[in-house]
């Protein structure tokens, strides 16, 4: 079987030999280069077109979302797996956006290494458990709400306790806009009243308690 094609970016050297030294150990995968930053990495692919390019996610000249965006859009089929310390929800989703299939952290044992190497050369999905949970609780968040400015002087009027007829008079509008209105507000919050729609936009924050 052929090994395998690997390439390892890491700007900390002793990090990366470590890396390369736990590859190095698997026969069916073969380190082809290393890089010390996102610029050298590319040059790497560019040469060798490894199956899996594995990156660190914060280096200098240029970061490992820099580079994974440059080389899943460039000709070769490489695959990205980052290897990194961080896992903020901005720096996996800066990653993924990118194109990376992988995402890993640097506290992954060897087998668990191999084994993402190994998927993610096949185009599967590697998530580190810990970032997987922060995905999935993200996607689980209500999604954000934007009202408009009048929408949210419609809403303000309603916690004032005011009826459509006086929300009209306050923001010289005709009560049959003011009710085009709630009804926007209404879809957005997933709400069915006026009480319901004040008690969520104070829990989100689109109004503040008087």
Known sequence: MTPLRVIVADDHPAMRAGVLALLAADPAIAVVGEASD????????????????????????????????TIVAGPTRTRVLILTTYDTDTDIERAVEAGAVGYLLKDTTRDQLIDAVQAAA??????????AQKLVARMRRPAPVALTAREIDVLRAVADGLSNA????????????VKTHLLRIFAKLDVGDRTHAVVVALERGLLTRP
């Open 122 to 131: 096949r185009g599967e999905t590697v998530l580190a458990p810990k970032v």
């Open 166 to 177: 006086d929300i009209g008079n306050r923001l010289v509008i005709a009560e049959a806009t």
């Open 38 to 69: 996102g610029r050298e990495a590319l040059a790497l692919v560019e040469r060798h077109a490894p199956d899996v390019a594995l990156l660190d996610l914060r280096m200098p000249v240029l970061d490992g979302v820099e580079a994974t965006a």
